[in-house]
């Protein structure tokens, strides 16, 4: 069955850098569209991130988080990361590594079917 393992969570200053990672198995990862959804604290609902395409080809941010992410996948190690700069203290939250089929749509969250356990990232300021 899926599985989504996330790490890399911890707490960072404000300005600093962190990197998340998740790594999948179980499926069929070079074929499907991964993302990265957060979820803020007293939050209910979980708000896609980033997101890219099967074979890196295409990528989508947030405008909240465009510009300070990167979203990369490495299809040989069943893998997708996140890279995180520029933190501000609204990017704290769980942090969910996401999976869906191969589609175009990267932006929309319907898109993704399974999700991880996620990891926290705290950004004190």
């Known amino acids: 069955q899926v599985q989504l393992v996330e790490s890399g969570g911890g707490l960072v200053q404000a300005g600093g850098s962190l990197s998340l990672s998740c790594a999948a198995s179980g499926y069929a990862f070079s074929v499907s569209t991964m993302g990265w959804f957060r979820q803020a604290p007293g939050k209910e609902e979980r708000d896609l991130v980033s997101g890219i395409s099967w074979n890196g080809g295409s990528t989508y941010y947030a405008d909240s988080v465009k510009g300070r992410f990167s979203v990369s996948r490495e299809n040989g190690k069943n893998t997708v990361y996140l890279h995180m700069t520029s933190l501000k203290p609204e990017d704290t939250g769980v942090y969910y590594c996401?999976?869906?089929?191969?589609?175009?749509?990267?932006?929309?969250?319907?898109?993704?079917?399974?999700w991880g356990q996620g990891t926290q990232v705290i950004v004190s300021s």
């Open positions: 996401a999976t869906g089929p191969m589609t175009p749509a990267i932006a929309i969250p319907e898109a993704y079917h399974h």
